[in-house]
């Protein structure tokens, strides 16, 4: 029986391969990837070996030819290094070999993510990693409220296409925070540092195919969490002097703890606020 090898595979310069992923992958009867552009990787190593996409074979009939060709010989499936682990169809692949009792083994390689973090110069000591955030607004909007408060760093994948209304959502519901944006197109990896509301065009000649990773302080640990009726009595008072929901929101943000989002959707509710968008 042949062993299934999870391979750590370079987002940006292909000169990241490890010495180990090269010999496994050119040892291998088959390699699996999720990305038809891992043909590229595998010309510039000189690696010619049979190379399967899943997303081209369909994953039923692509599970079936990796578990067959496992039966003889080695195999070894790509995970891009642009995330912590394997994606999806990767990870059904993997779980089929282990169901199978086939040997599968990590061969670990360069991860985007990771780099990101230890050159942000931010808190890497623990943080939350999120992936990719949700493309449907409500969903985003409400996973990243419930992350406000969290004060271990924040890791997040973004397209450059994405980026601009990411940072804005970001500044509207955690408020401003250090932040830094690293992309794997530059070579080594190009680092912007600063701040939320600063970084609206730090990456205006980056290419839009290139995957970012946005490393985000936590929750600053000298604001104390209001509590709701805390909350309330402030918002009672901000009424009174006659700001709207809006202003409301955007002073209380800082002081409170409390997400911008938050506050603006408590002011809606209480029904007494002028409207100032």
């Given amino acids: 029986m042949g062993t299934l090898y999870v391979v750590g595979a370079p987002t940006g310069d292909p000169d990241d391969l490890t010495l180990r992923a090269r010999r496994i992958l050119g040892e291998a009867a088959l390699v699996v990837s999720n990305n038809p552009d891992d043909l590229g990787l595998l010309a510039y190593h000189a690696i010619a070996v049979p190379h399967a996409t899943l997303s081209d074979l369909g994953q039923p009939a692509a599970i079936g030819r990796i578990l067959d060709s496992l039966e003889d010989a080695d195999v070894a499936i790509l995970c891009t290094g642009a995330s912590l682990g394997p994606s999806g169809p990767s990870q059904v692949v993997i779980r089929a070999a282990i169901e199978r009792r086939f040997s599968v083994v990590p061969v670990p390689g360069p991860t985007l993510p990771l780099t990101a973090l230890v050159i942000s110069g931010l808190p890497a000591g623990s943080f939350v ?33 994405h980026f601009p209304g990411l940072l804005s959502e970001l500044h509207e519901t955690l408020g401003d925070r250090l932040l830094a944006v690293t992309s794997s197109d530059q070579h080594p990896a190009g680092t912007w ?17 290139a995957p970012l990773v946005l490393v985000i302080g936590g929750a600053r640990d000298n604001v104390e969490l209001w509590d709701e009726e805390h909350l309330r009595a402030e918002l009672q008072i901000c009424r009174d002097q006659g700001l709207g929901a809006k202003e409301t929101s955007r002073q209380l943000a800082a002081e409170s703890g409390w997400p911008r989002r938050e506050i603006y959707r408590l002011s809606v509710e209480a029904g007494r606020f002028h409207d100032d968008s």
């Fill in 129 to 161: 990693y999120l992936g990719q955030l949700p493309r449907q607004p409500a969903a985003r909007r409400d996973l990243l409220a419930s992350i406000a408060a969290e004060r271990r760093t924040l890791v997040v994948l973004e397209s450059p296409e």
């Fill in 193 to 209: 540092r600063g701040t939320i509301a600063g970084a609206s065009d730090c990456l205006s000649d980056q290419p839009a195919e």
